[in-house]
Nanobody
Framework: QVHLVESGGGVVQPGGSLTLSCQASGNTRYIYVMGWYRQAPGKQRELVAEAINSGSARYGDSVRGRFTISRDNTKDTVVLKMNNLKREDTAVYYC?????????????WGQGTQVTVSS
């Protein structure tokens, strides 16, 4: 089992910045993707950004150019730096990790951290 713990959420003014961190623990072998999703009230959970073992990253359209994801495989951490935050970035942000074991994928989620963008 993989345990994910997020930190760094909070309240920030529009145009401000926040950094989210996620630490994975437990059986972290075979994790090949770590990333962030978010869910705003009344909306579906959506991809924010994910970092793949190969070194590549994928971003949601609404955050590309403003958010940056980085991953440290040796420490099993993933960090999301969010710049130029907008009110529509307000959501609960969830850390996500995907393992591939014997051809089966196992997805893990953190409990979420609230990000509120408000003046």
């Amino acid at each position: 089992q993989v345990h994910l713990v997020e930190s760094g959420g909070g309240v920030v003014q529009p145009g401000g910045s926040l950094t989210l961190s996620c630490q994975a623990s437990g059986n972290t072998r075979y994790i090949y993707v770590m990333g962030w999703y978010r869910q705003a009230p009344g909306k579906q959970r959506e991809l924010v950004a994910e970092a793949i073992n190969s070194g590549s990253a994928r971003y949601g359209d609404s955050v590309r150019g403003r958010f940056t994801i980085s991953r440290d495989n040796t420490k099993d951490t993933v960090v999301l730096k969010m710049n130029n935050l907008k009110r529509e970035d307000t959501a609960v942000y969830y850390c996500n990790a995907v393992q591939s074991v014997m051809g089966d994928e196992h997805e893990h989620w953190g409990q979420g951290t609230q990000v509120t963008v408000s003046s």
